[in-house]
């Protein structure tokens, strides 16, 4: 079975342009999450897709952030337009969730990531 | 509110050696606690986690970490370390009574010397 996937796997643009990130889940997972590692920082939650609908998207750091996730199955992630602050690693995570005794049991896998890089 | 925290940026040990990575964590409820490793160039890979029952959870590659509920610690271990254990660790938790984002440690540097 194929893992997450992410494209590309690295991007180097200048500020003031527009980058688009690509997250292919695991199939058959209805959750998708974006996270982000900024400047060997911790690993920071941006969204949460359930399908097709934000589920959570308290982490966005502002409007210049985009996230889709049309039909429910890929989802995409646009800079626009990029800061120098943006630059760090992208990533995608996807998972199913079951519900039991013990609460919401679920492990997100995560995809290689995107290296982007702001000039 | 949840919170993670790993205290040593890097840690060095000879291969052979027990390895230890420390964790500790905070959250409202009870935890759920992971534990992802990325190689170099490498996207995070999940090792294993704790959900509820005994304390002590093995992984993949060998490793094990223990849960420690009165010092909220799940610190991740190796009984011998291999130079291809080298890479970055990172602890993660959320809430047991909720699903959803996971609130990532600043993650360990692990290298391992022949």
């Known amino acids: 079975e194929a893992g997450v996937t992410q494209f590309p796997s690295h991007s180097v643009i200048e500020k003031g342009q527009t980058v688009t990130l690509r997250c292919d889940p695991i199939s058959g997972h209805d959750n998708l999450y974006w996270y982000r590692r900024v400047m060997g920082k911790e690993i920071k939650f941006l969204l949460h897709f359930v399908k097709e609908s934000k589920q959570d998207e308290s982490g966005m750091p502002n409007n210049r952030f985009l996230a889709e996730r049309t039909g429910g199955t890929y989802s995409t992630l646009k800079v626009q337009p990029a800061e120098l602050e943006d630059s760090g690693v992208y990533f995608c995570?996807?998972?199913?969730?079951?519900?039991?005794?013990?609460?919401?049991?679920?492990?997100?896998?995560f995809g290689p990531g995107t290296r982007l890089l702001v000039l | 509110a949840q919170s993670v925290a790993q205290p040593e940026d890097q840690v060095n040990v000879a291969e052979g050696n027990p390895l230890t990575v420390k964790c500790t964590y905070s959250v409202s409820g009870n935890p759920y606690l992971f534990w992802y490793v990325q190689y170099p160039n490498r996207g995070l890979q999940f090792l294993l986690k704790y959900i509820t029952g005994d304390n002590l959870v093995k992984g993949s590659y060998g490793f094990e970490a223990e849960f420690n509920k009165s010092q909220t610690s799940f610190h991740l271990k190796k009984p011998s370390a291999l130079v291809s254990d080298s890479a970055l660790y990172f602890c993660?938790?959320?809430?047991?009574?909720?699903?959803?984002?996971?609130?990532f440690g600043a993650g360990t540097q692990v290298v391992v010397t022949p």
């Open positions: 995570a996807s998972s199913q969730v079951s519900f039991g005794g013990t609460g919401a049991r679920e492990t997100q896998y």
């Open positions: 993660a938790v959320r809430d047991i009574d909720s699903w959803g984002k996971l609130q």
